[in-house]
């Protein structure tokens, strides 16, 4: 072991925050990470990262990692061997199951794990336990997005590759802070805009960097999206710019839709929006007659109650301009999690076996069933949301979250903590005690990517490996180990060796995944599904057509009633998001000194005009109240938003924290919770 210390290893992995997924080269000795360095052939970021990817590791070795299992014992954990926690939580899911049967039991995955271990949680849920409630982040987040592309062109993923939004002639942003959440693709658009004149146009509430930098930059009013996007495509039409024969041989409903427009006026919309009809006519004129167009969304279209809906309208204009199919065209939602994507493609959704095949579906389950060798559960399963609302009405009595800090993640977690206090037994696996583990029954200690193999899949359906960097920290377990201990345990012996195990049996079931492998993802290669068997992937999608049974696409209409709630109580309209240094709740980049250092904490972001209305310097506290909670911080005064809004940034899990502040409303068709729709009152605190 000493002589292994003294040699300098390089692994490549892939980055384990956001959805770009750069891929690098990790330079180690022992357990010393000492450099970061990205490899030309890295299919999404060439030879760029950003600060978390090339800074943000010190986590990995932090003091805080737990390195062993815990029990609570009345009020206090006691540290326990893994034999003990594993049969111990074997033990306590098999007595649920059998006096409350399957469907009192439920499992979280993590978008920071593998799909390998994203498959397996679902095989645990399904095969072992019996019952579909497994869900993931996706749906706090782009669940909306994958909606509202299944409606209309039938796959919830990216419909090509970041190399086309680059290629992109237009490229629209629609409530995505694309600079600080996804670096790397921010930087290849400013490139395309910068050496070859290609257009940006942004839309969000806030100015941030990419706003400065867009062509052009509109601000409409909170949660207006769906109305501007459903006017400019009615006059487009109105118009006579859309692409006639794009419709005519690949879309499907066009007169239905055009009818469902008719409210959306330009008058109606300017009036909704705060965008003139003069900038709308002019915008669908762009839109409409631009050689190719991308549009990139986030948070602040899915985050709403009308987030589905807007995300439909966005795939709807897409099809109206013919824009599906061909290089520098598409849908992009921007994944946020480095393998959000792949969390859900594996199948940790209550209503989708890997490869989005419906559990509902009898030849789909069949075939899981033959190789699974049990009988499984025909009915669709309970999502996060449903899941904390089930366990508040006593019909859920147990949860298995894994890698999630779902205490402080969810919305309105005053109403998610009380929750976890009423189950019967929870079980929680991370790398730290986290505001979540606290509530667990048995905690279990989990290793970071860096310690194991797998894959992980970015916002552009790209699948790429991870190679092991140094063993698992002593103590802890990879989640495919620990997840597979508890299947045998429960008597269903997998045994699996090694993750490429588990992909191949994904491969062998799901036929999005037919032709992945281990050997075609080997160094840098990558491959974009769907996959066929002899290996051919697709970076781009929807060049034959769509995937419905008549291979054509559907215009999908939607209606609008303005959902945010702000009146003359509750006055102040909050938005959130993440800044460029942290990643969400910050339980990894704060183990980073220098990221800390340069951002130490999150603020409340305010105007110039309620800094003056309120009497309010730089620093000044104060308390804001929701309907649901309040929260406490320092102010800061930008030019980044304007009048009656406000901004907080995602990285606090104290007093500032956002989810302190959002309700229970959520999106409509997906259950996503709606965190960018929160009214507040202000109270000062300290003007100073
Ligand atoms: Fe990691 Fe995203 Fe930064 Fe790339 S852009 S290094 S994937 S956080």
Request: negative net charge; hydrophobic residues 35%; contains cysteine.
């Amino acid at each position: 072991a000493a002589m292994r210390e003294e040699v300098i290893d390089k692994k490549k992995t892939v980055c384990t925050y956001c959805g770009v997924g750069c891929s690098f080269d990790v330079w180690t000795k022992g357990r010393k990470i000492l450099k970061v360095e990205p490899h030309p052939h890295s299919p999404a970021n060439g030879i760029s990262t950003c600060v978390k990817g090339k800074f943000g590791w010190d986590y990995v070795n932090s003091e805080e990692r737990l390195t062993k299992p815990l029990i609570r014992r009345e009020d206090h954990f006691e540290e326990v061997d893994w034999d003990e926690a594993i049969s111990y939580v074997a033990q306590r899911f098999s007595e649920i199951k059998k006096e409350k049967g399957s469907d009192h039991l439920a499992f979280i995955s993590s978008s920071k794990a593998t799909n390998e271990e994203s498959y397996l949680m679902q095989k645990l849920s399904r095969q072992v336990i019996g019952t579909n409630n497994v869900d993931n982040c996706s749906r706090y987040c782009q669940a909306p997005a994958t909606m509202g592309l299944f409606r209309t062109v039938g796959y919830g993923g990216d419909s090509g590759s970041i190399s086309d939004i680059a290629e992109a002639k237009l490229v629209l942003t629609v409530g995505s802070n694309t600079a600080e959440s996804h670096p790397v693709l921010a930087s290849k658009i400013k490139r395309s805009q910068k050496l070859f004149g290609h257009k940006l146009y942004v839309f969000d509430l806030r100015k941030h960097e990419m706003a400065k930098r867009a062509d052009r930059f509109f601000q409409p009013k909170p949660g207006t999206d769906l109305v501007w996007l459903s006017a400019i495509t009615k006059y487009i039409l109105d118009q006579g710019w859309h692409d006639q024969t794009f419709l005519q041989e690949w879309v499907n409903g066009l007169e239905d839709y055009r009818s469902s427009l008719e409210p959306f006026t330009l008058e109606y919309a300017s009036d909704m929006t705060g965008i003139s009809a003069e900038e709308l006519k002019d915008l669908a004129e762009e839109v409409a007659h631009a050689e190719s167009v991308a549009i990139c969304w986030a948070m602040g279209v899915t985050q709403h109650v009308r987030g589905s809906d807007t995300s439909t309208a966005i795939s709807n204009l897409l099809l109206i301009t013919g824009n599906y199919g061909k290089p520098g065209t598409g849908a992009y939602p921007l994944r946020g999690h480095n393998n959000v994507q792949g969390c859900s493609d594996f199948g940790s959704m209550p209503n989708f076996f890997p490869g989005y095949e419906k559990v509902t579906e009898n030849d789909v389950r069949k075939r899981y069933e033959a190789a699974w060798k049990v009988v499984l559960p025909e009915e669709i399963g309970m999502d996060n949301h449903e899941m904390i609302e089930a366990i508040h009405k006593g019909e859920l009595s147990s949860m298995y979250v894994m890698g999630e800090d779902t205490g402080v993640v969810d919305a309105n977690i005053n109403y998610v903590t009380a929750a976890f206090e009423k189950l019967d037994f929870f079980v929680v696996q991370d790398l730290f005690l986290t505001k979540t583990a606290e509530y667990a029954d048995v905690v279990l200690p989990a290793s970071p990517s860096l310690e194991k193999e797998g894959t992980f899949t970015n916002t552009e359906r790209r699948i790429q490996r991870l190679y092991q960097s140094f063993p698992p920290l002593e103590g802890t377990n990879p989640d495919w180990k620990i997840i597979q201990l508890i299947a045998k345990e429960m008597g269903h012996d997998w045994g699996y060796t090694h993750p490429s195990e588990i992909m191949e049996e994904a491969a062998s079931l799901a036929p999005l995944f037919a032709g992945v492998s281990y050997e075609r993802l080997e160094g840098y290669q990558s491959l974009q599904w769907p996959v066929a068997v002899d290996g051919t992937d697709q970076p781009l999608l929807f060049t034959e057509g769509f995937p419905f049974e008549d291979g054509k696409a559907r215009l999908y209409p939607v209606d609008f009633e303005l959902t945010h709630d702000t009146d003359e109580e509750y006055d102040l309209h909050v938005n959130n998001g993440r800044l460029l240094e942290h990643f969400h709740e910050g339980n990894m980049t704060y183990k980073s000194e220098g990221i800390t250092r340069k951002t130490p904490r999150a603020f409340i972001e305010i105007s110039e005009d309620l800094a003056e209305e309120r009497g309010l310097k730089e620093g000044a506290k104060v308390k804001l109240i929701s309907r649901t909670g309040e929260a406490v911080g320092h102010v800061t005064v930008t030019d980044r938003v304007k009048g009656k809004e406000i901004f907080i940034p995602l990285n606090d899990n104290g007093e500032l924290s956002i989810n302190l502040l959002t309700d229970n409303r959520v999106d409509k068709d997906s259950n996503t919770p709606a965190y960018k729709e929160i009214a507040v009152k202000m109270k000062v605190l300290k003007k100073k």
